[in-house]
Nanobody
Framework: VQLQASGGGLVQAGGSLRLSCAAS????????MGWFRQAPGKEREFVAA????????SYADSVKGRFTISRDNAKNTVYLQMNSLKPEDTAVYYC????????????????WGQGTQVTVSS
């Protein structure tokens, strides 16, 4: 599946952004989707993931209560609503896909989007 992430930008601390990841292909509904991020000089880290059916999600502790992952299988799109943003959320955000079940390790995902930059100013 091919993925295209969008929605990044510059926002002040405490603000919100919604990222979108549009997928091509007719089997999007069979893929679990994840969001990862990578800050300069740091490893890529897990942010959130959602099961193919949308009835199970997982979040990194650092974003719990602030970020919400959701999906619309009719639109082949997964979203990441980010609220109460902090400067430490600044990173390039990537969406990724794997069959069926959620995973938190980047190595478990097969397909990746190109990334969208999120910058949070203090």
């Amino acid at each position: 599946v091919q993925l295209q992430a969008s929605g990044g930008g510059l926002v002040q601390a405490g603000g919100s952004l919604r990222l979108s990841c549009a997928a091509s292909g007719r089997t999007f509904s069979s893929y679990a989707m994840g969001w990862f991020r990578q800050a300069p000089g740091k490893e890529r880290e897990f942010v959130a993931a959602i099961k193919w059916s949308g009835d199970s999600t997982s979040y990194a502790d650092s974003v719990k209560g602030r970020f919400t992952i959701s999906r619309d299988n009719a639109k082949n799109t997964v979203y990441l609503q980010m609220n109460s943003l902090k400067p430490e959320d600044t990173a390039v955000y990537y969406c990724a896909a794997r069959k069926w079940r959620i995973a938190v390790a980047a190595t478990e995902y097969d397909d990746w989007g190109q990334g969208t930059q999120v910058t949070v100013s203090s």
